[in-house]
Nanobody, 124 residues
């Protein structure tokens, strides 16, 4: 069973930055597309960013484009989300996800493995 573990969440003031990390239990995930989603209470989980298996292609939601950057680690079994210019609306639990295909996706039902989530709180 593939395990994903997120870290790096916390509380930051508006305008600040955070870097989320997601470590996978298997190196074979270097071939898989990975993504970040987020969820706030009472709302559906929403897509944030995704990266293809080789790391060539990246995708972002309109709400984070230009502020967030998704990347893969050198060993390729890790993925990161660099978040800058954070706003209170970015407050959510952030989830890492992996897809058993190299092609990136933006819908949560296209991902096969999920982490437990890490809380990000942005204060005004």
């Amino acid at each position: 069973q593939v395990q994903l573990v997120e870290s790096g969440g916390g509380e930051v003031q508006a305008g600040g930055s955070l870097r989320l990390s997601c470590a996978a239990s298997e190196r074979t995930l270097r071939r898989y597309a990975m993504g970040w989603f987020r969820q706030t209470p009472g709302k559906e989980r929403e897509f944030v960013a995704a990266i293809s298996g080789i790391g060539v292609n990246t995708y972002y939601s309109d709400s984070v484009k230009g502020r967030f950057t998704i990347s893969r680690g050198s060993a390729n079994n890790s993925v990161y989300l660099e978040m800058t210019s954070l706003m209170p609306d970015d407050t959510a639990v952030y989830y890492c996800a992996a897809r058993r295909m190299a092609t990136a996706a933006t819908a949560q039902d296209e991902f096969d493995y999920w982490g437990q989530g890490t809380q990000v709180t942005v204060s005004a």
